[in-house]
């Protein structure tokens, strides 16, 4: 069982006195009074206590913590485990059922339960006696015979009630109390609830056995359930998992029709599915629908039936804390006769209604609030669960953003003191050097080599580096260098737990927040101008003709960047302007004749790492490579290092040549990795997508007369080019963009898990950051990125592929240069340094950073989209012209279209049908109003007809004119709304490409945003003292002001709201 590696305390039959024991891993605090050893059962239903960081000295034993994992799933098992890594938390773990004297087996006739009482009360006097008597030892339990039984048995081994521990140790600890409480209430209420209801809501989940015996058997299905939020009560679906998935028939998910087939499974959660008899099979509706709809049918036709089933088991549920809304008073007095059983409506539409027992609930109805599910009996119609704690006010902004990062299961508290002890220093007056050990290992590349960096105005964390140069051959050789993150990060130390556990750095729209210190992405491994550092470097030996690669090298280096140039000025003297000269600092105090020859030199280098870039994208072509939609926004930042400006452009070349060698990189590695460990190399997989998913792509394409041939990503790239209309160039966008929907996500991989066969990179992104903070404002679905990146998005045409060049901001980049570096040993013959990850390990640790990447790209569409209907939210899109645009149509549905926005970048559905029954109606004059009358659907059109006989046809590609306005929410966060209020196309005036920064937003409009949202900020005012004491736990980094990426709404608007409807 691992519980967290070096961070454990693992003791056998130790005979050392107390004070001379010196165990690897973590130490109890030697300031405590006494030790405190939680049993099983407060393991399980107070962890969330035990994680106050003011409780010290806790000793968790093996048999509590294999309760949980046996009983409470994965998701707690992992808090549990997570706790014990964390250097922040004083706790350990105690092998106590591998410790020789401590082992007790189980009696005939002896309950599990009891068994582990006892188990967990005879470590607990062991562990006493081996503190020679010397430290007391406070056993806290919930079993009321244990602590008659065990309370005065051995003299320093105190047996108590949690409660009663809390209430005499810690009687000051106002929020463990308060929680305590909740707790205790919602198990009173249960058992309540259980005695009294004997009407069963739900079927009782069938024994795990049975469930077993019946997926072995292929009677039942396993497999994670999603829930579509759009139809959050009616329409859940099941994706295959594991075995089920390979034996299945199936080609489909399962769909779940309503709450009673989902029987108490909660989204996210892995599930045991029956099938139905096919004639009870059910479709999904077609038809468009808001989030907030009541899930009643909306009156249209399902879609052909497709296998369905219900849930007759749950194996893991995956539940986690819920950011909540409590009632408006109103709806409180509704619920009924006990105003203390409230009904919590959850931010996510996904998670069904929470029942808790609070009496602060008029209090708290203007909070965002977290919540835990306890359990949800088959009784109950709701889950019932407790408070845990407040996040800040319903619509302000450090409150929203927090209610992101929780749904998202982000933490972000600050690095901790044991963490930053592992830091290497670097101050003005201790300066860091490179030292005479290293110089002797690594490859000196400092006067041999011209290296130099091309990166954004104002980039600090500078994690590549290029070089070019001619060998005596005559041959060429080009150079890749990455900052040697793995130098400064040990395995397994405790900035290495929480580089792993964080998996990636965050990126919101106004903030991130970093995997690594900042002593190290902003410094010692920014591989900054005119300073030593420390790199991991690939250099490549080229045919000085061909350009094809005749050797490779791998290795540490050492590297003193000559030049860090920003890639205008790259650009600038790629094309032969030197007079941007004058703008890079390295020339300014050189003489002429100096000046000159330099200036030479890296004119030469730019050229020549061009022509390479140009011949290895060439190459890449001609097997395939596929191009979609990117967009580039480049950050201006002020003195203060804050975003001062949003600058939309088109990319330059120079892009493309740092995107292809970090390609060319990211590629030799793969294959450098896997040929040393087959078994246990992380790679990268980005699958084909399946063919089913490209069906609106090829319909939509057959409108405007285009063939789209998806057998392949070359053909699929060839037919994309051969899709242009030459009057609007709207189209291909549109199809590109429908292209990029259809792939599907790229993943981390572990080689031992699949065959080579399925390695292939069908498709891939390669960032290249843009500002000095890396910001990014991502949404990874379709070409409707906020990125302050540029972003290029293709198939790579790679048979390998894999993350190396990115260690700062990724974790799998630091896996990836550990295993080179073995692999490099390997073939010196030397001794690997560190344990590599076994092929298990590795796959659960690609597992991980998967699922903190899809939390990232969440939570990085969220907060994007969180700003956007900031500043739509202040506009009346009556009479603001802003809110008023050209818009495209890309899909048809039974009730409505599909809209593409192009002046601002969303996507979004209109109806065509509203809620009363009415259709859209365009007179004379073009403007919609709407009549009785009925909708027809055609494959590429739809037709509304009136009552009296007026009718109005909207075709794919037809130009619309939209009003953009917001749907404002009390319990979910706010969306944005489109309607068609002309079926001609908007005329803006003084029409500008849709390419070019509109000017939308100036600097008086920010101002007028900030001033009202500071306004009403302090209206608001409450001087509650734990939600600012919250706000703090979530800004770890942010500049002055919130508002300043409003400076270009248009480009911070580049989001797809298709989701918020049921597309």
Known sequence: MDLGGQSLLILDSCAQPFFTCRPDGKLLSSDVTHYVIPDWKVVQDYLEILEFPELKGIIFMQTACQAVQHQRGRRQYNKLRNLLKDARHDCILFANEFQQCCYLPREGGESMEKWQTRSIYNAAVWYYHHCQDRMPIVMVTEDEEAIQQYGSE?????????????DNFWPDLKAAHELCDSILQSRRERENESQESHGKEYPEHLPLEVLEAGIKSGRYIQGILNVNKHRAQIEAFVRLQGASSKDSDLVSDILIHGMKARNRSIHGDVVVVELLPKNEWKGRTVALCENDCDDKASGE???????????????????????????????????????????????????????????????????????????WESTSVYPNGHFV??????????????????????????????????????????????SPEEEQKRKDLRKSHLVFSIDPKGCEDVDDTLSVRTLNNGNLELGVHIADVTHFVAPNSYIDIEARTRATTYYLADRRYDMLPSVLSA???????????????????????????????????????????????????????????????????????????????????????????????AKRDGCGALELEGVEVRVQLDDKKNIHDLIPKQPLEVHETVAECMILANHWVAKKIWESFPHQALLRQHPPPHQEFFSELRECAKAKGFFIDTRSNKTLADSLDNAKDPHDPIVNRLLRSMATQAMSNALYFSTGSCAEEEFHHYGESYHIPVCGCNFVLVILKEFLFILIFCFLFEGLALDKYTHFTSPIRRYSDIVVHRLLMAAISKDKKMEIKGNLFSNKDLEELCRHINNRNRAAQHSQKQSTELFQCMYFKDKDPAT????????????????????????????????????????????????????????????????????????????????????????????????????????????????????????????????????????????????????????????????????????????????????????
């Not at 006010?393 to 299961?409: C, F, K, Q």
């Open 523 to 617: 410094d010692l491994c920014s591989l900054l101008g005119g300073v030593d550092r420390y790199a991991v470097s690939i250099m490549w030996e080229l045919d000085k003709a061909s350009y094809e690669i005749k050797k490779v090298w791998y290795g540490r280096t050492i590297i003193r960047s000559a030049y860090k140039l920003f890639y205008e000025a790259a650009q600038e003297l790629l094309d032969g302007n030197l007079s941007v000269v004058d703008d890079i600092p390295e020339f300014k105090d050189l003489d002429e004749k100096s000046r000159q020859a330099k200036l030479e030199e890296l004119v030469w280098a730019i050229g020549k790492l061009t022509d390479i870039a140009r011949h290895v994208r």
């Open 389 to 434: 704690r407040v996040l800040g006010r319903i619509g302000d902004l450090e409150g929203e953003i927090a209610t992101i990062l929780v749904e998202n299961s982000i933490s972000v508290i600050p690095f901790s003191e044991a963490q930053m002890c592992e830091m290497p220093v670097n101050t003005p007056e201790n300066p860091w050097k490179v």
């Open 154 to 166: 051995t003299e320093g081994v105190f047996v108590i009630s949690f409660k009663n521990y809390l």
């Open 880 to 1063: 603001e012209e802003r809110c008023i645009s050209d818009g495209v149509i890309y899909s048809i549905r039974t009730n409505g279209v599909l809209l593409f926005i192009p002046r601002f970048g969303i996507k979004g559905a209109a109806y065509l049908k509203n809620k009363d029954g009415l259709v859209i109606s365009c007179g004379p004059d073009s403007c919609s109003e709407w009549k009785p009358g009925s909708l027809q659907r055609f494959q590429n059109k739809i037709t509304s007809t009136t009552t009296d006989g007026e009718s109005v046809t909207f075709h794919l590609f037809d130009h619309v004119t939209v009003r953009i306005s917001i749907q404002a929410s009390r319990c979910h966060s706010d969306t944005i709304r489109l309607e068609i209020i002309s079926n001609k196309p908007y005329k803006i005036p003084n029409t500008e490409l849709i390419h070019q920064s509109s000017p939308l937003l100036k600097s008086e409009l920010v101002k007028e945003v900030t001033k009202s949202v500071e306004e009403a900020q302090l209206a608001q005012e409450v001087k509650v003292n734990i939600i600012q004491e919250e706000y703090q736990e979530y800004c770890q980094t942010k500049g002055t002001s919130l508002y300043t990426l409003l400076e270009e709404i248009r480009d911070l608007a580049l989001l797809d709201v298709s989701n918020n409807y049921g597309i």
């Open 301 to 375: 036709s399902p879609s052909e039936p497709m296998p369905t089933g219900r849930v007759v088991g749950i194996l893991q549920k995956n539940w986690r804390d819920y950011v909540v809304t409590f009632p408006s008073k109103e709806e409180v007095q509704s619920q009924g006769k006990n105003a203390q059983k409230i009904l919590v409506t959850p931010w996510d539409y996904r998670i069904p209604k929470i029942r808790i027992s609070t009496q602060q609930a008029e209090t708290l109805q203007d909070f965002r609030v977290v919540v835990r599910i306890d359990s």
